[in-house]
T-cell receptor, first 110, second 115 residues
Framework: RKEVEQDPGPFNVPEGATVAFNCTYS??????FFWYRQDCRKEPKLLMS???SGNEDGRFTAQLNRASQYISLLIRDSKLSDSATYLC???????????FGAGTILRVKS | ETGVTQTPRHLVMGMTNKKSLKCEQH?????MYWYKQSAKKPLELMFV???????ENNSVPSRFSPECPNSSHLFLHLHTLQPEDSALYLC??????????????FGQGTRLTVV
């Protein structure tokens, strides 16, 4: 089983749609979780951290389900500029091993 | 001044060459990472340095040799590479130490082509 697993997509959605991505992780002792965004031929950039209580930043909502070992990202009112690859990241051990999922491709079309 | 700076941005090298990639972070972090991203593949963790000590070596061939002289600088020395080593090499830093760790910040990467 992969340490961090994501549906690669692509998810093709119209502008204004709501889209959700899930990510599962294998290590139940993992402590920190993040969503990153990567544009084509660019470096990954932090989108948001994921907390047990869930967190929201504008159109983006992240949730953590420790019992089922998955995290999710919800994007509401999709914009063309949201088109990118979204990477799920898990800190697998105490502080030292950030593992990236393969990424989910999102394409928002007008 | 960006938080994590990598040089060079692009590098073309022959299989018999020796070159080095450089990374510098200005964020006061205590952990630095090298990742490899090949075309249409996920990020692969290569090396982790925490407090200037290598704490992770993810089965990387010996033709890649990392060096961390201090907490702000990280190098990746390359020699006798193969064409399949062509990829985007990304450096990142983060602040570690508690049981949670923090997010990583990336440099813009070095796009390496081995000919």
């Amino acid at each position: 089983r992969k340490e961090v697993e994501q549906d690669p997509g692509p998810f093709n959605v119209p502008e204004g749609a709501t889209v959700a991505f899930n990510c599962t992780y294998s290590n139940s002792a993992s402590q920190s979780f993040f969503w990153y965004r990567q544009d084509c031929r660019k470096e990954p950039k932090l989108l948001m951290s994921v907390y047990s209580s869930g967190n929201e930043d504008g159109r983006f909502t992240a949730q953590l389900n420790r019992a089922s070992q998955y995290i999710s990202l919800l994007i509401r009112d999709s914009k063309l500029s949201d088109s990118a690859t979204y990477l799920c990241v898990v800190n697998m051990e105490y502080g030292n091993k950030l593992v990236f999922g393969a990424g989910t491709i999102l394409r928002v079309k007008s | 001044e960006t938080g994590v700076t990598q040089t060079p941005r692009h590098l073309v090298m022959g299989m018999t060459n020796k070159k080095s990639l450089k990374c510098e972070q200005h964020l006061g972090h205590n952990a630095m990472y090298w990742y490899k991203q090949s075309a249409k593949k996920p990020l692969e963790l290569m090396f982790v340095y925490s407090l200037e000590e290598r704490v992770e070596n993810n089965s990387v061939p010996s033709r890649f040799s990392p060096e961390c002289p201090n907490s702000s600088h990280l190098f990746l020395h390359l020699h006798t590479l193969q064409p399949e080593d062509s990829a985007l090499y990304l450096c990142a830093s983060s602040q570690q130490g508690s049981d949670r760790g923090t997010e990583a910040f990336f440099g813009q990467g070095t796009r390496l082509t081995v000919v």
